[in-house]
T-cell receptor, first 113, second 112 residues
Framework: EPEVTQTPSHQVTQMGQEVILRCVPI?????FYWYRQILGQKVEFLVS????????KSEIFDDQFSVERPDGSNFTLKIRSTKLEDSAMYFC???????????FGPGTRLTVT | SQQGEEDPQALSIQEGENATMNCSYK?????LQWYRQNSGRGLVHLIL?????REKHSGRLRVTLDTSKKSSSLLITASRAADTASYFC????????????FGTGTRLQVFP
């Protein structure tokens, strides 16, 4: 069964460093998302991406964040200058169309020290 | 903004018993989805119910949706120790958005 994959599974970085989190959505899906979950808290929406552009973003998704779909398979989240409060589990998700199941990847645990 | 809230926050039962979790939300939705998350792991999609549906089944799972009360319930029948996890509801809004708004989750513990 096709699934969303994410790399790396765990990333440790120092405050102020740039990180790139990678995702490979399910191949015939058209809509892509990033969410994050701070330890012990609920899952929060960051950004949605469709047709090679951002379709919606939350107030968390400030100028330090960017997303890209550099080729036909990868979907990346970049954090330009990480802060301690960026430490969280980051999930990528994809759907084939609106009003369909949103499938999540296994997540990347980002630890900022 | 719409927000899912589950209750109870935590539930402990014995194997073989049924577990019922409830979710409430605030605004109009296209669909409501339930997910399971084992501690520190990814989100596993369980079931999607659309706004024009009232009940849906998948194996030991039964989901209901009452759009007039803006609420949903997830019933797990004949629970197993392996069902121990956190369960979240998430809603897709109906007004020009496809993001999911997650609830706070119910932590289910099933004792063997």
């Amino acid at each position: 069964e096709p699934e969303v994959t994410q790399t790396p599974s765990h990333q440790v970085t120092q405050m102020g460093q740039e990180v790139i989190l990678r995702c490979v959505p399910i191949s015939n899906h058209l809509y892509f998302y990033w969410y994050r979950q701070i330890l012990g808290q609920k899952v929060e929406f960051l950004v949605s991406f469709y047709n090679n552009e951002i379709s919606e973003k939350s107030e968390i998704f400030d100028d330090q964040f960017s997303v890209e779909r550099p080729d036909g398979s990868n979907f990346t989240l970049k954090i330009r200058s990480t802060k301690l409060e960026d430490s969280a589990m980051y999930f990528c998700a994809s759907i084939k169309d609106r009003d369909y199941e949103q499938y999540f990847g296994p997540g990347t645990r980002l630890t900022v020290t | 903004s719409q927000q899912g809230e589950e209750d109870p926050q935590a539930l402990s039962i014995q194997e073989g018993e049924n577990a019922t979790m409830n979710c409430s939300y605030k605004t109009s939705i296209n669909n409501l989805q339930w997910y399971r998350q084992n501690s520190g792991r990814g989100l596993v999609h369980l079931i999607l119910i659309r706004s024009n549906e009232r009940e849906k089944h998948s194996g030991r799972l039964r989901v209901t949706l009452d759009t007039s009360k803006k609420s949903s319930s997830l019933l797990i029948t004949a629970s197993r120790a392996a069902d121990t996890a956190s369960y979240f509801c998430a809603t897709e809004g109906s007004y020009n958005t496809d993001k999911l708004i997650f609830g706070t989750g119910t932590r289910l513990q099933v004792f063997p």
